[in-house]
């Protein structure tokens, strides 16, 4: 995964950027066969009303006037009024920069050009978040955790996607 830019942060070699109350508001896909940037956002307001869910830069639930515009850097997610509500923009090779408000009722995140707003006044700036399972995660109760780790693998539980290393009982023919 590229870096991910937020405000003054950065974000690398994590597998989910930012996790709300269990749901995850924005996150950046392999680009397409053309090498075009392709993200799914979920863009809500100040108070938290959905405004847009995107899926690989389409529209996939929206309130009436809200577009998708993207090109080969770009994906953002505008108003009726041509107003940027949120935007994912490859600046280099390695790096994409976010900005929007993201969240679900009750539990919003504004990512600007200098901080990342958190819930309850708080900003963050300035800050590297490496190699966790979920960079930042705020949940309905408002806890906020940054560089949450993968959780190991429960024991007794065994995840392959190569047949060859199941037991013969369970093949399938």
Request: proline share 0%; no cysteine.
């Given at each position: 995964m590229p870096r991910v830019i937020i405000g003054s942060n950065t974000i690398t070699n994590c597998s989910q950027?930012?996790?709300i109350a269990g749901t995850e508001v924005f996150r950046l896909r392999q680009p397409d066969t053309e090498g075009?940037?392709?993200a799914?956002?979920?863009v809500c307001d100040a108070t938290g009303t959905l405004l847009a869910r995107t899926a690989r830069n389409v529209i996939v639930q929206s309130v009436a006037g809200v577009v998708v515009r993207h090109s080969p850097t770009v994906s953002e997610v505008l108003d009726g009024a041509g107003q940027v509500l949120a935007r994912a923009e490859q600046?280099?090779?390695?790096?994409v920069r976010l900005t929007g408000t993201f969240g679900v009722p009750g539990t919003v995140l504004e990512a600007t050009?200098?901080?990342l707003r958190l819930p309850r006044q708080g900003t963050i700036s300035r800050c590297t978040i490496a190699g966790t399972g979920t960079a930042i995660e705020v949940q309905a109760q408002g806890a906020i955790t940054f560089g949450k780790p993968i959780p190991p693998p429960r024991p007794g539980f065994r995840v392959t996607n190569d047949v060859r290393a199941l037991p013969q009982k369970q093949r399938r023919p």
């Open positions: 950027v930012i996790l075009q940037l392709v799914d956002f979920l600046i280099d090779a390695e790096s050009a200098e901080v």
